[in-house]
């Protein structure tokens, strides 16, 4: 499987944006979907993840509340909905695909390349 994140950019403060995240080469439907960001000069960081069937999410704090999270399986993509979005917000933004269904990243075994989201004050 391989993971095709798109959709990031440039925005103002209090902006959204939408990423998603298309996998080809095979079916993640039974997979955990996750989305992780690294802001400039800092460590990889959990941002949401969406259970198989859509039957559970779960949110890191800082977005909790302006983020969602949702998956399409019939069109084996992801998606994360960022609203009232910060400068704090600014990172390179990864989507993921695991077995388990936690926020920390060496338990995610695919990564996508990234999408730069920047937002300025």
């Known amino acids: 499987v391989q993971l095709q994140a798109s959709g990031g950019g440039s925005v103002q403060a209090g902006g959204s944006l939408r990423l998603s995240c298309a996998a080809s080469?095979?079916?993640?439907?039974?997979?955990?979907l996750a989305w992780f960001r690294q802001p400039p000069g800092k460590e990889r960081e959990f941002v949401a993840l969406i259970k198989p069937s859509t039957s559970g999410t779960r949110y890191g704090d800082s977005v909790e509340g302006r983020f969602t999270i949702s998956r399409d399986d019939a069109k084996n993509t992801m998606y994360l909905q960022m609203n009232a979005l910060t400068p704090e917000d600014t990172a390179v933004y990864y989507c993921a695909v695991g077995r388990l269904f936690t926020a920390y990243p060496e338990h995610y075994d695919i990564w996508g390349r990234g999408t730069l989201v920047t937002v300025s004050s």
């Open positions: 080469g095979g079916p993640t439907s039974s997979y955990a």
